[in-house]
DNA sequence: GGACTATATGAGCATATCGTTATATAGTTG
DNA sequence: CAACTATATAACGATATGCTCATATAGTCC
């Protein structure tokens, strides 16, 4: 029974600190280019020059983002020679993109329609 | 089968639009106070001033906060005579701050449990 | 209408955070 | 060791965002 439903269990409520330390982790992920640099990572380890590209952006900034998400404990580091692979620690990340993907579709749906309303009349 | 995994399906990766359109929800939840509004509308609807103390802080403040709750569509807008009361209505940001504060506790633990090891020696 | 209450908004300041450029660090290779 | 490559860091300016205080708006009640 239940099959479907996202929510497993019952919320439980969030202490101040517990606020502050969640709020923390979310600021880690409300920047777009370190939710480019996870999903490049989802394919699998990359070094920074591999990200520079497809995250469309300079090699200092990237390496930045890329200290963030490891301080954070997002990513993990691995040093080989002269490179510097990083990866993917806690795919749980995955799961909230998917979860926020899916609530800002609805809701992009929902104001759609509701524009479509309004514009009929 | 499948049932208690919190990744229900593979992960697709994110456009450059997507990854904006995340990141600004994250940047939502990517406050302290916002988390703490949030959390006291678990318990249902509250108008202004009965957020106030328990978010700890001001009334314009926490007004503030719920218009960009409110624009994130997050929170709806009820008024009733001279209040406003708000609610949640996008439920499935209690299932992300749960995946997120499991995830941070899992690292406290993790590096918890590193520090000690270090000092042990 | 006038007083009162609840909520929203605007101005101003403080701070955080981003991106860029230049440069430092460190590993490799000849 | 010198040249080269890869990554990290520092300094800087620009921008965004939060908080506070004062005030505007709007509803209620007499």
Same mark, same amino acid.
């Given at each position: 029974?239940?099959?479907?439903?996202?929510? *497993? /269990?019952?919320?439980?409520?969030?202490?101040?600190?517990?606020? /502050?330390?969640?709020?923390?982790?979310?600021?880690?992920?409300?920047?777009?280019? !370190?939710?480019?640099?996870?999903?490049?990572?989802?394919?699998?380890?990359?070094?920074?020059?591999?990200?520079?590209?497809?995250?469309?952006?300079?090699?200092?900034?990237?390496?930045?983002?890329?200290?963030?998400?490891?301080?954070?404990?997002? &990513? /993990? !580091? +691995?040093?080989?020679?002269?490179? &510097?692979?990083?990866?993917?620690?806690?795919?749980?990340?995955?799961?909230?993109?998917?979860? &926020?993907? +899916?609530? &800002? /579709?609805? !809701?992009?749906? !929902?104001?759609?329609?509701? *524009?479509?309303?309004?514009? +009929? +009349?």
């Amino acid at each position: 029974m239940n099959a479907m439903k996202s929510s *497993a /269990g019952p919320h439980q409520p969030l202490s101040g600190l517990a606020a /502050g330390l969640v709020a923390a982790r979310f600021r880690i992920l409300g920047e777009p280019i !370190r939710i480019r640099i996870l999903e490049e990572l989802s394919g699998g380890e990359r070094n920074v020059s591999e990200l520079v590209e497809p995250v469309g952006s300079t090699q200092p900034n990237v390496s930045k983002h890329l200290r963030i998400l490891q301080e954070a404990g997002l &990513v /993990g !580091r +691995r040093q080989e020679g002269n490179s &510097v692979f990083y990866s993917i620690t806690d795919p749980s990340v995955f799961t909230l993109c998917d979860a &926020v993907c +899916r609530s &800002v /579709g609805e !809701r992009m749906v !929902r104001d759609a329609k509701l *524009a479509d309303e309004l514009r +009929r +009349r």
